[in-house]
């Protein structure tokens, strides 16, 4: 069984609807509208890759990242035109700048999750 | 059922894409690395003209507008290389020869994440605005200046009119009063008008993000749907549709509240508003800053009510209200704006504060976790200029503007000194029952 992809969004319907996806496609999924409880959750559980909102209203994505006490790929998610500059922060391995192509997720699941090229 | 193929979907995703480039209020230009042009408005050209082309589709931005100078091209190369540039007052000469000044703002995109595919240009005309700060600015120094000069006392001089204060027998000795009525009305339109495009500029950024957030739903549930289909679930299929269809309602919704809030109101006959969807579309244009600063927003309605007005103008008051309040909060610990409407039979609207002939008033209050206005501030709040928000933060026409708006409602726009909190009380002459 392989370790779960963490997706974080305040938007609900952003959450259910990468259930769906990556469902279909076998991979296994966790996600959370509440940034508190998924830095609960990343603490206490390893996980394979995580997608993060970066404006939540109780915590940052930058928040949770510092946060979350384990070190995997972090992909911070965000409608901002200016999220890009998070790029270089210590932790996050890219930005993806929403809207984004569902296609762009699965691949970086991918790669993640297999790593054989 | 009926579901989008791949090629359909791009075809929607770029119909979308056009239609809210086309739509928004801002002059906007899309291009790609070679700044070659892949989408832009008829209000780009408005600014950026002139050039006989109406559609500007692949043309190189540079051989369209050769006049763009050095300094132009090398914000395009930084931001080609990931900066996010924004400029303050530009002059440009325009469609019809005339110097226009343009604030302005240049962000790149991405393909894919790390890869640029171009960048974005926006610009909005601020020569009006600008002219009106300017003349404002001076008015008031000329003022001052009478006040500060005079070897006589002026007291004697001043008159209040809708509760501003201006040196009455001194304008009225050069001017006739009819043509004094009009001067005022339109110095009140053109401030309406500027204010507003302030709190636009202020809330550009975050309406981006609220428009972005629809269209990444409507891509993954698109995407979603393909796979639904491909398995022939149609549960799956059914609420993916239902997510896209949602999703685009809500983007509508915030260009729909934009583009109401940018028209200018005076030729707009007085109109029956909804007082909910008032409160929501107002909400909806603050939502990017309330979620920014993490506020906690409730709305608290009654039951359907209306009142008679512009709903433009009265959106403004709603929008200014809770952008003071978004600001009055953002640096507390508990951040939270309650909005109430409530009629007047209930319990919370004080008797006897009716605006109309005989009508119960419609009470629309704006209460936030502030700890309150200062005693001796609160003489001064809705005076024209008065601001204690940093330079370039505020107007200081605010709340002068939104209380004359709504007493030419027929309505009175109050602070509230006795609630625990921070409470602005709004009422309005209520149509129908």
Not at chain 1, 56 to 77: E, H, I, T
Not at chain 2, 318 to 330: F, K, Y
Not at chain 2, 383 to 393: L, M, S
Not at chain 2, 405 to 425: C, Q, S
Request: hydrophobic share 45%; net charge negative.
């Amino acid at each position: 069984m392989s370790l779960p992809v963490v997706y974080v969004d305040d938007e609900r319907s952003l959450c259910r609807v990468f259930e769906m996806i990556l469902g279909a496609r076998g991979v296994p999924i966790v996600t959370f509208t509440d940034a508190t409880e998924a830095v609960a959750y990343l603490t206490a559980n390893a996980v394979a890759i995580v997608f993060c909102d970066y404006r939540m209203p109780k915590l940052s994505g930058l928040d949770v990242l510092a946060q979350m006490g384990q070190s995997v790929p972090f992909y911070l998610v965000s409608g901002d035109l200016d999220a890009a500059g998070c790029a270089n922060v210590a932790g996050v391995t890219g930005v993806l700048a929403k809207p984004f192509r569902a296609e762009a997720l699965i691949a970086l699941v991918a790669e993640h999750l297999d790593p054989t090229p | 059922m009926s579901v989008m193929t791949s090629p359909q979907r791009k075809a929607v995703d770029a119909r979308i894409f056009a239609e809210v480039v086309r739509t928004l209020p801002l002059a906007a230009a899309v291009f790609d690395r070679d700044m070659r042009y892949l989408a832009h408005n008829d209000a780009w050209l408005a600014v950026r003209g002139p050039t006989p082309l109406r559609d500007l589709a692949g043309q190189l931005h540079y051989e369209v507008f050769p006049d763009a100078g050095l300094e132009l091209r090398r914000v395009h190369g930084r931001c080609l290389a990931g900066a996010e540039e924004r400029g303050n007052l530009d002059r440009f000469v325009n469609a019809d020869g005339n110097e226009v000044c343009v604030r302005w703002a240049v962000v790149p995109w991405y393909e894919s994440p790390g890869h640029i595919g171009g960048v974005i240009v926006y610009a909005e005309d601020v020569t009006e605005e600008e002219r009106t700060r300017r003349q404002l600015a001076e008015r008031e120094s000329l003022i001052r200046d009478l006040f500060d000069r005079s070897p006589i006392g002026l007291n004697g001089f001043l008159v209040e009119r809708e509760r501003q204060t201006y040196i009455g027998p001194l304008i009225e000795d050069l001017t006739s009063p009819r043509a004094l009525e009009a001067d005022l009305e339109n110095e009140r339109l053109k401030a309406i008008q500027s204010s507003k495009l302030a709190t636009i500029g202020e809330m550009a950024a975050g309406i981006a993000h609220e428009l972005n957030t629809p269209l990444g739903i409507i891509e993954a549930y698109a995407f979603a749907l393909e796979d639904a289909r491909r398995r022939g679930d149609d549960a799956k299929a059914d609420e993916a549709l239902k997510a896209i269809r949602d999703a685009v309602g809500r983007a509508a919704k915030i260009v729909r509240g934009l583009r109401k809030f940018t028209r200018q109101s005076k030729d707009d006959p007085p109109e029956d508003v909804d007082v909910g969807r008032l409160v929501d579309e107002a909400v909806s244009l603050c939502n990017a800053r309330l979620r920014d600063h993490a506020v906690t927003v409730t709305v608290e309605i009654a039951r359907a009510l209306a009142v008679r007005g512009h709903s433009v103008e009265l959106g403004q008051v709603l929008v200014n209200l809770l952008n003071n309040a978004v600001d009055a909060v953002r640096s507390l610990d508990h951040r939270w704006i309650r909005v109430v409407v409530d009629d007047g039979d209930g319990v919370s609207s004080p008797a006897g504060t009716s605006g109309g002939e005989g009508a119960l008033p419609v009470t629309i209050s704006v209460e936030d976790s502030g700890p309150g206005i200062p005693p001796e501030l609160v003489g001064d709040i809705f005076r024209a200029f008065f601001t204690t928000k940093g330079v370039g933060e505020g107007t200081g026409l605010g709340l002068s503007i939104s209380r004359s708006i709504v007493e030419r409602h027929g309505g009175t726009l109050t602070y509230d000194a006795t609630a625990p909190h921070t409470k602005f009380v709004l009422t309005l002459p209520r149509v129908g029952p």
